[in-house]
């Protein structure tokens, strides 16, 4: 069975940080493109960051550069999302993400919760 799991998720002030792990399983990890999406009330998911087979980062929008850092483990088939200097509008369902860009296949997690509030 496929699994993507998030774990990490709280209630933290403004200015402080978190992280977010996602434990996979069922695939072959390392031949998947992985990602953190979040989804705010009333709002799209949107793309936070993303990490291919090999490594390579990609930024996500102007609202989390340079404030979050993505990172993979294909030994322990896991992903995580260090997030930093978090704002109350950072407040999101986050969601870990996988996609196998030869096949198309897409997998998501079921979410976890981060409420950034005082």
């Known amino acids: 069975q496929v699994q993507l799991v998030e774990s990490g998720g709280g209630l933290v002030q403004p200015g402080g940080s978190l992280r977010l792990s996602c434990a996979a399983s069922g695939f072959t990890f390392s031949r998947y493109t992985m990602g953190w999406y979040r989804q705010a009330p009333g709002k799209g998911r949107e793309l936070v960051a993303i990490i291919d087979a090999a490594g390579g980062m990609t930024n996500g929008p102007d609202s989390v550069k340079g404030r979050f850092t993505i990172s993979r483990d294909n030994v322990k088939n896991t992903v995580s999302l260090e997030m930093n200097s978090l704002k109350p509008e950072d407040t999101a369902v986050y969601y870990c993400?996988?996609?196998?860009?030869?096949?198309?296949?897409?997998?998501w997690g079921q979410g976890t919760q981060v409420t950034v509030s005082s």
């Open positions: 993400n996988a996609v196998n860009v030869g096949t198309h296949t897409v997998y």
